[in-house]
């Protein structure tokens, strides 16, 4: 197919290995997407999380953001790791749109050559982590004392100690480390940092 | 070898006979490897932009890959408008630009940019070249990328030691791309194939609308057979001109804002709207919620992502189209729409394309006597502008690959170098060697003029008919129907002359300036062995219509200079006049006003500038 006369520089054989299993098909073409969202945002925004599995190679992360930039999504949360295949990279991102809009940025982000698969998690029963940094001003005993008990009741650690502050580590959902977060506020955050979401589907199913 | 000898080493392979570009410091070893080998033909041009189209012109010709280099920084910038344009319109290109050596990059040198960052956008794929010993590879899989699936524009950036490194080890040209993320091609799935047949056995009054898909896929013989099947009208989009024979009877011809009022009324009566290779562009749907009001659609496109993207398609069909319309003809029954295609024939003839007829000489009679000459056999190739729309409207192209226009991005400047690339598509054997002309006007033929020395020198012969009014003559029309006539940086005030321009670069130049010589200076264009340009002084005053202003529906179609909307099928609307302004503006303006003063003094050399 379109090789439109180009039959002089033979014939191209390309080694792609077939349409993913875990692509929804819906009336032939692939609803990369789904249709329902879990998290609804104003109107018909929600938040869609979506991991894209990509090839290791430079340039790649700009080619995906900019599938989101140029039509004015921004991105609520971003990851980027290697996987158990070292030339594969997984981008995970959280982004809200209506469905139209991203079934279209879906569509797009397919279209690039070095993206091997997009998957919506909006229908997965999945595990999805952040992990959050939080330094707070504790230079008396009792604040001590008191943030210790909120670390232990969140199963968050304590990473450092200073006789000025101390630093947590949060793992978990979004919200837990927004509940963690809220909490110390009644202290001084002298800095936070956190990780964008990473998830996985839970059981057999690849995510 | 060295890598740019390697490299054009690859090129052979891919099948690469025409390479156009413009040398500089980061390309040095890549034109001393051109000098050195006797297969591929180097056309130098006289800017890069004008490279960039000349491949264009040559891909859209002859499907085959287009290739043009233009060297680090400014060369490379000059290239991007071209990429863009192959970038919208869908062109297999590949396009490849300097880089400054590797331990320079990212330093500010001189002449760096980065252009595999600037040109991300645009393309469908790009590579920054990083070692020699990956030549063959990215070579392989650029040319692959380019002219599969949806074909597209890929950018190759060569920093200079990887085109001087030595090519270590034995060269070995890859047979096979291995690219997991790309999977352009799946055959149509069944379901979807029988749907799409159900709705058309049970639809009395459909339309294909067809565009360049049909081109690009080499379709054109299968859709003539399928429509003649389903005895079925079709209309063509501007870039789908050819794509279906000018003059057949189920020709509808050209839709959208500037297309027939019998392929407009035909969409929104139409029951069934068959789309292959097409996307829905809003130069053609205008208002896309309001299109084809009565249909359910059947969309068939090689790229996924355009279906549904516009409008909400029934059946949408992922796939090639040349298979898929062999696939839907083999899932039907042959049809007869005769009582559809009796109110259509009702149409053409109670509303078809006309102009009035002044005395003056008119851009449209240009085109009929083109039509006649010409047969509709010619390679045509247009600028952007009204002409564009009259070339559109009036010449009706025999076959697929033959009109040749840009588009999506609409591209003043790009007729001219286009028609040179697929020229140089004849010339080379891939195509039979044709006449090609250049529709153009004054504005867009200045933006890449530079061009007729690369014509001229190479012995390229292009036939050029200059649409000559003095003015940008869209932006003019559009100031007249919605800015109250207030004309405002649309005067090219009479500069320069074109003949004089012509035989400057020592082609042959000729003005025209009554209906009466025409037909004569065609006929002596086509005798002529050489590149030609006809400088046609025509009729400032002449806009195009029909006319459904941007964004509006079917109800705002204009079909003349009274500015009054037309009913669907015929008869003016009782209301007031469609484009706010328009009747006032008309009326105060004189056809013709000042073409005939300005061919006085033409005669007389008492061109003012």
């Not at chain 1, 430079?58 to 004015?72: C, I, T, Y």
């Not at chain 2, 859209?60 to 490379?76: D, F, L, M, Q």
């Not at chain 2, 996924?304 to 069909?317: C, H």
């Not at chain 2, 598509?425 to 090609?436: E, L, T």
Request: aromatic share 6%.
């Amino acid at each position: 197919m379109n090789n439109n006369g180009n039959s002089s520089s033979g014939t191209v054989v390309s080694n792609v290995p077939p349409q993913s299993p875990d692509v929804l098909m819906q009336n032939g073409v692939p609803t990369i997407i789904s249709a329902a969202g879990v998290n609804v945002m104003s109107g018909d925004e929600k938040l869609h999380t979506i991991s894209i599995l990509v090839e290791n190679r430079p340039g790649v992360l700009a080619r995906v953001a900019h599938v989101f930039a140029r039509r004015g999504f921004n991105l609520e949360s971003l990851a980027v790791s290697r996987t158990e295949d070292h030339t594969v990279s997984r981008i995970t991102v959280v982004v809200a749109g209506d469905d139209a809009a991203f079934t279209q940025i879906g569509n797009q982000l397919f279209k690039l050559i070095d993206v091997i698969k997009v998957i919506d998690h909006t229908r997965d029963n999945l595990v999805g982590r952040e992990l959050a940094l939080i330094k707070v001003r504790a230079d008396n005993a009792q604040t001590r004392a008191e943030i210790a008990q909120i670390a232990q009741l969140f199963k968050a650690k304590v990473v450092d100690t200073t006789t000025e502050t101390l630093m947590l580590e949060v793992v978990g959902r979004g919200d837990k480390v927004d509940a963690v977060q809220k909490l110390l506020d009644q202290y001084e955050i002298l800095e936070l940092v956190r990780t964008g979401i990473i998830v996985l589907n839970r059981g057999e199913k690849q995510t | 070898m060295d890598g740019a000898e390697i490299l054009l080493e690859c090129l052979k392979r891919e099948g690469v006979d025409a390479f156009f570009g413009i040398s500089g410091g980061a390309i040095l070893p890549i034109y001393d490897a051109l000098g050195k080998q006797q297969d591929i033909w180097s056309i130098l041009t006289r800017h890069e932009q004008g490279a960039g189209h000349m491949a264009e012109g040559y891909a859209r010709a002859t499907g085959r890959v287009g290739t043009c280099i233009g060297t680090s920084g400014p060369g490379a910038t000059n290239l991007v408008t071209a990429i863009t344009d192959a970038y919208m319109d869908s062109t297999p290109t590949v396009f490849f630009s300097g880089q400054v050596a590797t331990p320079n990059i990212g330093k500010d040198a001189f002449q760096e940019c980065d252009m595999y960052g600037i040109t991300m956008p645009i393309v469908k794929h790009s590579y920054l070249l990083k070692r020699t010993a990956d030549i063959p590879r990215v070579i392989k899989e650029a040319y692959h990328i380019a002219r599969s699936g949806r074909p597209g524009p890929v950018l190759v950036d060569i920093p200079k030691d990887v085109s001087e490194g030595i090519f270590g080890g034995e060269f070995v040209y890859p047979e096979t791309v291995n690219l997991r993320g790309y999977n352009p091609e799946t055959p149509a799935a069944d379901e979807q194939i029988k749907a799409a047949a159900k709705l058309i056995a049970e639809a009395k009054q459909p339309v294909l609308y067809v565009g360049n898909g049909i081109n690009a896929a080499d379709a054109a013989d299968e859709l003539l057979a399928f429509a003649e099947w389903i005895n079925c009208p079709v209309t063509t989009t501007l870039l789908g001109r050819g794509a279906f024979p000018g003059g057949h009877a189920l020709a509808l011809d050209m839709l959208g804002m500037h297309g027939t009022a019998y392929a407009n009324w035909a969409i929104h009566e139409s029951d069934l709207i068959i789309a292959l290779g097409v996307r829905f562009d809003d130069r053609v749907t205008g208002n896309p919620k309001a299109w084809a009001p009565n249909a359910k659609v059947i969309h068939v496109d090689i790229d996924r992502a355009e279906l549904g993207k516009i409008r909400f398609a029934q059946v949408p069909i992922w796939g090639d189209v040349k298979t898929v319309i062999k696939q839907l003809q083999g899932a039907t029954s042959p049809k007869n729409h005769a009582e559809w295609n009796e109110r259509l024939d009702k149409w053409k003839a109670d509303a078809p394309l006309t102009y009035e007829k002044t005395g003056h000489l008119k851009p449209q009679f240009i085109l009929e006597e083109l039509q006649k000459a010409t047969d509709g056999e010619a390679i045509m190739t247009t600028d952007v502008g009204q002409h564009q729309m009259w070339a559109a409207q009036y010449y009706h192209p025999k076959r697929t690959r033959s009109f040749i226009t840009s588009g999506g991005l609409g591209t003043m400047g790009y007729g001219y170098p286009a028609a040179i690339g697929a020229k140089v598509g004849c010339i080379m054997g891939h195509r039979p060697d044709v006449d090609v002309w250049c529709i153009t006007g004054d504005g867009s033929f200045q933006m890449n003029i530079q061009e007729l020395a690369t014509g001229v020198i190479y012995d390229i012969p292009v036939k050029v008919a200059v649409l000559n009014n003095s003015s940008l003559g869209m932006v003019r029309q559009w100031q007249k129907l919605f800015y109250s006539k207030r004309w405002s940086g649309i005067d090219l005030t009479k500069c320069p002359d074109f003949e004089k321009i012509a035989q400057a670069y020592s082609a042959t130049g000729v003005t025209i300036t009554h209906e009466d010589e025409v037909a004569d200076a065609i006929r002596e264009a086509q005798k002529n062995p050489g590149t030609v340009v006809l400088n046609f002084l025509t009729d400032k005053e002449e806009d195009v219509f029909p006319m459904i202003p941007g964004g509006k529906t079917v109800h705002d179609l204009v079909i003349d200079g009274s500015g009054r909307k037309v009913r669907v099928g015929g008869g003016f609307q009782d209301e007031a006049p469609a484009l706010e302004g328009a009747q006032a503006a008309l009326s105060t303006a004189t056809s013709g006003e000042s073409v005939s003063e300005w061919n006085d003094d033409l005669k007389s050399g008492e061109v003012k500038i």
